[in-house]
């Protein structure tokens, strides 16, 4: 299957108990991620990362629904069309 860049958008409701979950999954995918930014936003108690990934659609799907099925974190994703 072909990879192709895209992105996928986190935002994480709890730091404190989800964090590491997240951390967990993004080190098990890390061959895929190209870059990876994170910013607590204190105010409001969340925490957003933006990755950018070189990745198939299956391995897209399978991260966004790992870290989707994880209570607090909500997950967008999107590929490139080539």
Do not use: H, W
């Not at 995918?29 to 204190?42: A, E, K, L, N, S």
Request: glycine share 12%.
């Amino acid at each position: 299957m072909e990879k192709r860049l895209g992105f996928i958008g986190i935002i994480i409701e709890n730091r404190n108990e989800t964090a590491g979950k997240v951390q967990e999954l993004l080190t098990d995918f890390g061959d895929q991620i190209v870059c990876r930014t994170g910013v607590p936003y204190r105010e409001k108690g969340l925490s957003v990362i933006t990755l950018i990934v070189d990745t198939t659609t299956d391995a897209l799907g399978s991260l966004t629904g790992k870290l989707g099925a994880i209570e607090g974190v909500s997950v967008k994703s999107s590929l490139a069309k080539k």
